[in-house]
C-alpha cells in the first residue's frame, strides 16, 4: 500500500490504514494516519452520546440573566431567532447553519457511514455521505461559541445575575465529544473501509507523485493516473495541482482585505443601558474590557478578532508571492506557516459569536438591550472568506522547487 501526501505531494509506500502505530510523511513529517483500535464502533458509540447531548442542549434553558431579581431565560435556539427578529436574517441564518444544522448534519452522517462500516452493508449515498462528511468538518464551530459564550459571560458578571442552565452543560459536552470524533475520524480510513482500497501501481519509488505521472485524489485519497479527470474511486475531480489555486486565493484575500475595513470603522455592537444608546466598533470593545480590568478576554479578542485576520491574510499573500522560490524560508517552514494560519483561523468567529449571545440574553427593552451593529456582516465576512482563501491555497506547490530526489526525514 502507498500514500501519497496532501500536503507535499511524496509518495510514501509504508502506509497501511490498519496500522499500530502513526504514520508520517517521509518528507514533510505531516501525519499521514493515526492509529486506533475499534475506531467503527468507538465512533459510533461517541456519536449517539453526542447526539443526545445536542438534543438535551436545545430542550433546556441554555443562560440565565437577571438584572433586579426577575430573571430572563434563553435557550440555544434564541441565539437565532432573537438574531431574526432583529432583522439580522443573514447573521441569524449563518449562526443557526454553524451551531444547529452543520452538527447533527455532521453526526447524522458519522452514524450513518459507521453503521454501514461495521455491519458491512452497501447503503444508498455512502459516497455522498463521505464526501459531504469531509467538506462540513472545518466548518464545525462549537468550541469557537463556548468560547464565545464565555467572554459573553465575563462581560455581563458584573452588571448582572447569570445562571448557567442545564443545556449549558448538555453543550459543553457535545463539543467534547464531537471534538474526540473529529480526531478519531480519518478519511482513507474512511473510504478503505467503505468502498475497498485502491491498489497503487506497482513500479513506483520513493519521490514526488508528479514525478511518477501519479496524483492522488483530494476527496479520498486514493492513488490515481495523471491523466484521469475523475477519481474511480469517489467520483470527485483529481488535478495534481489545483488549477488557478493562486488567483482564486488572491480574489478572495483581496475581498477579505476589503472587508476588513468596514468591520473596524463601523460598530459591532450597540448597547442601550437605561435609556442610552451606546454603539462600540471592535477595537473600542477590545478597550473597554481592558479598562474593565478583563486583561485575558481583552487579550483573546484582540488576538482573534484584529490579529489573526491580519496575519492570515498577510501570510496567505506572501506565501502565494513566493511559494515557487527556493530562497528565504524552506518549504517545510512555509507549509508551517500555512498549516497554522489553516488552523487557527476560524477562532476569528469568537466576537461574532459573542454579540449573538449578548444579543440573545440581554433584551429587557430600555433598562437593557444589546443588539448587533452593521459591522457584523462583513466582519463574518472577513472570518469565511480568509478560511475560504486558505482552503484554495494548494500546498503541495510549496514543495514543487526543491530538487525532485531531495528527501527531509
Ligand atoms: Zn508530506
Ligand atoms: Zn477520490
Ligand atoms: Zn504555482
Not at 432583522?87 to 449563518?94: E, T
Not at 459516497?127 to 469557537?144: C, E, N
Not at 448597547?271 to 470593545?285: A, E, K, M, N, P
Request: glycine share 4%; charged share 10%.
Amino acid at each position: 500500500m502507498a500514500m501519497i501526501c496532501p500536503e507535499c505531494d511524496w509518495l510514501n509506500s509504508d502506509y497501511e490504514t490498519e496500522a499500530s502505530t502513526d504514520l508520517h510523511c517521509q518528507r514533510c513529517g505531516h501525519t499521514l494516519y493515526r492509529c486506533a483500535r475499534h475506531r467503527a464502533s468507538r465512533l459510533q458509540a461517541l456519536t449517539y452520546s453526542a447526539l443526545l447531548m445536542l438534543a438535551a442542549a436545545l430542550s433546556f434553558p441554555f443562560l440565565g440573566f437577571a438584572t433586579q431579581g426577575t430573571p430572563h431565560y434563553m435557550t440555544l435556539t434564541d441565539t437565532v431567532t432573537t438574531l431574526v427578529s432583529h432583522h439580522f436574517m443573514a447573521l441569524g441564518i449563518m449562526i443557526g447553519v454553524l451551531l444547529l444544522v452543520l452538527p447533527f448534519l455532521y453526526l447524522g452522517l458519522v452514524a450513518y457511514l459507521t453503521f454501514a462500516i461495521q455491519y458491512q452493508r452497501t447503503l444508498p449515498g455512502m459516497r455522498m455521505a463521505a464526501r459531504t462528511l469531509a467538506s462540513i468538518a472545518p466548518w464545525l464551530m462549537l468550541d469557537v461559541f463556548l468560547v464565545g459564550i464565555l467572554v459573553a459571560l465575563v462581560k455581563l458578571h458584573s452588571i448582572a445575575k447569570l445562571e448557567l442552565g442545564l443545556s449549558f452543560w448538555a453543550y459543553c459536552a457535545a463539543t467534547l465529544l464531537i471534538a474526540r470524533i473529529w480526531s478519531l475520524m480519518d478519511m482513507p480510513w474512511l473510504w478503505d473501509q467503505l468502498l475497498g482500497p485502491v491498489a497503487a501501481p506497482h513500479n513506483t519509488h520513493a519521490g514526488t507523485a508528479r514525478q511518477q505521472s501519479l496524483c492522488s485524489c483530494e476527496c479520498c485519497s486514493a492513488i490515481q493516473l495523471m491523466q484521469t479527470t475523475h477519481c474511480q474511486r469517489c467520483g470527485h475531480p483529481v488535478h495534481s495541482r489545483r488549477p488557478h489555486h493562486l488567483s482564486i486565493t488572491i480574489a478572495l484575500l483581496l475581498a477579505a482585505s476589503i472587508m476588513y475595513i468596514p468591520a473596524n470603522v463601523f460598530p459591532i455592537m450597540d448597547t442601550t443601558f437605561l435609556g442610552q444608546t451606546q454603539s462600540s466598533t471592535i477595537v473600542g470593545g477590545i478597550i473597554q474590557l481592558w479598562r474593565g480590568g478583563s486583561y485575558p478576554i481583552a487579550i483573546i479578542i484582540l488576538v482573534a478578532s484584529i490579529l489573526v485576520p491580519l496575519a492570515k491574510i498577510f501570510v496567505l499573500a506572501w506565501l502565494c508571492w513566493q511559494h515557487h522560490s527556493q530562497y528565504a524560508l524552506t518549504a517545510q517552514q512555509k507549509q508551517r506557516f500555512y498549516q497554522v494560519t489553516e488552523f487557527v483561523g476560524r477562532w476569528s468567529m469568537i466576537d461574532i459569536f459573542v454579540v449573538a449571545v449578548l444579543t440573545a440574553l440581554v433584551q429587557q427593552g430600555n433598562i437593557m438591550n444589546v443588539i448587533p451593529g452593521p459591522a457584523i456582516l462583513s466582519f463574518a465576512a472577513v472570518v469565511v472568506l480568509t478560511m475560504l482563501a486558505a482552503m484554495a491555497f494548494d500546498p503541495r506547490q510549496l514543495w514543487d522547487a526543491l530538487p525532485q530526489q531531495e528527501t527531509h526525514p
